[in-house]
């Protein structure tokens, strides 16, 4: 059973809309992450956060933004969509000392 | 910086054939070293892990062991069966960082 959920599944939206991507976990992990996966299946760390308010871009740039306002969510916004973000996003958790991610089912993003 | 290598796919076998997808690394230090699974539609889950040279993860008849002489990490299974269709990726971490470094994923697609 999944304890990372990630709504919507499947998102199609238009150009210039803004759009967030929920993460939510019942793990009480410390680490969060948002990794997007491109059509050749490839994943890259766009956004990760270590615990409440605290936010750190990844290692691809992104111009998406992400907040930890609580523990347990994880949110993903992108201001203004356009095609090129059109992707797959994945969240993680992971428990402060133990190095093994728990991924979400994924949200699928196709901006028109 | 730290990379990992996984063979390119897709790869495609008949049931209960005999499966190596290979798996080399680049990196200082000792990593954490991993194989996730992504079945179609969903997200990724760990499969195996090992934390040391000659350790040798397993799980669901995959095997792999953390051959640090060759830096290599190659998964196997003895038998596969048409559920073991997915995506596999290969992945590194250091020093308790839970930020995965990932192999671009082999697509595999056994055949009944």
């Known amino acids: 059973e999944a304890d990372i959920y990630q709504t919507p599944r499947y998102l199609v939206i238009g150009t210039g809309k803004k759009i967030t991507l929920e993460c939510s976990q019942t793990?009480?992990?410390?680490?969060m992450y948002w990794y997007q996966q491109d059509p050749g299946m490839e994943l890259h760390l766009i956004h990760y956060?270590?615990?409440?308010?605290?936010?750190e871009k990844g290692d691809l740039s992104s111009e998406s933004t992400v907040s930890r306002i609580r523990t347990e969510h994880f949110p993903l916004t992108l201001e203004s969509a356009r095609p090129s973000h059109t992707s797959q996003y994945l969240c993680?958790?992971?428990?402060?000392?133990?190095?093994?991610?728990?991924f979400g089912a994924g949200s699928r993003l196709t901006v028109l | 910086g730290d990379s990992v290598t996984q063979m390119e796919g897709p790869v495609t076998l008949s049931e209960e054939a005999f499966l190596t997808i290979n798996c080399t690394y680049t990196a200082t230090g000792y990593p954490s070293l991993f194989w996730y699974v992504q079945y179609p539609g969903e997200g990724l889950q760990l499969l195996l892990k090992a934390t040391k040279a000659d350790d040798k993860g397993s799980n669901k008849g995959f095997e792999a062991t953390y051959r640090k002489e060759t830096t290599s990490f190659h998964l196997e299974k003895g038998s596969v069966q048409v559920s073991d269709s997915a995506v596999y990726f290969c992945?590194?971490?250091?020093?308790?960082?839970?930020?995965?470094?990932f192999g671009k994923g082999t697509k595999l697609t056994v055949n009944p």
């Open positions: 993680a958790s992971s428990d402060s000392g133990a190095n093994v991610l728990t």
């Open positions: 793990m009480g992990h410390d680490k």
């Open positions: 956060s270590y615990g409440v308010n605290s936010t």
């Open positions: 992945a590194l971490s250091k020093g308790g960082s839970e930020k995965l470094v």
